[in-house]
């Protein structure tokens, strides 16, 4: 797939900070704030699913995961993580996880080694 | 900066998927059980801001800002919507947006010409 | 039902605020802090019903609840808010909507008489 | 104070399931989803806060801790839960922690006998 250069990711990240700078966000901007507005976003996500636990619509489903991958890359700006890093971190070790049926994980095993 | 190429957003999007289809959570892995659990995933990321407004531990922080990605791609992954297009959809609104001091969105104002 | 007059909801807040005073979690227990403790606790309430849309055990379910409803009152008290007489007042204000068949309420349609 | 009988914690109680009867709402409100409209409506309460951490409006907090009340009593009847008496089980445990001056409770340290 060749993608459109002026939509990745990484230019996702870029057009998020310049659209706080323009408006001054910085003093509004802190992680805890963001930590915060990220759970109104996702308080508006699950919305979308009551009460039928199907989606109210296509394009609100598409919207509300859009608010919360914006502000989840905002707070990860303002708090210095690499969130793309975090992330693999994480699946470095939910790889060596033991999960249980339930679809939860095993606590009370080590992690594998792979 | 030089990406290592099995660290990239579309590598974790891989690995999201190849560890959800090795442990068969397709039957847990609903658009409408996912929502709920990233709304989990948030209350954790916010609990790390109790009660002095500033992360528990920086490694606290990472780890659920990690946790909330995977959560918010593998939604993605379910119910078909690409997060970035999504999200660059999202910003090309925001951007025409006239937002008002308070950090909110003038919503009596129609979107700039851009 | 003759109730246990040290087990009535109007114990329950003045325990609640004795607890806080107890341990001076004043300087904590800001109506903003108490939001975010609320959305923690409501993110261990849904845990309960991962993956499979029913409580994990029973306990846990009426634990989650308590945790609660104990945030909600102590966020009511910093706050200045009476909880039994706001909700009231927003049960004299449902009563009176146009409810859709879809569980939701009819926003084109003025409150009713009654 | 002599209590109003008519808008006595009691008869909040009733009047919330008067109004899922009158509306045919068992088919929504099974325990998850009143779980998952819970987050939504703290959602709704965190979103008072942004961005400065004090509410928008006075009205508007009194109305979302409204809002999280009535969906709280309705998720306990349906979840056949007593919510006083849970909480006060709940604040039997509270009182006999241990607590950090941080505000968190010593999870090394036994319950105290009171």
Redesign the interface.
Known sequence: MSENPH???G??QQ??EA?AER?N?AR?H????L?????????????????????RSAHG???E??????L??R??QV?G?D?????????DV??RRV?LP???RDKSRPLLDR
């Open positions: 939509r990745t990711f230019e996702l057009r998020v659209l408006n966000w509004f802190t992680p805890a704030n930590a915060r507005a990220l759970s109104v976003e996702v308080g508006e996500l699950n919305e979308q699913f009551l009460w039928e636990g199907v989606p489903l598409q919207d995961i859009a608010d919360c991958l914006l989840l890359l707070l990860s708090a993580v969130p793309v890093a975090a992330a693999h971190a994480k699946m939910n790889d999960w339930d679809g939860t």
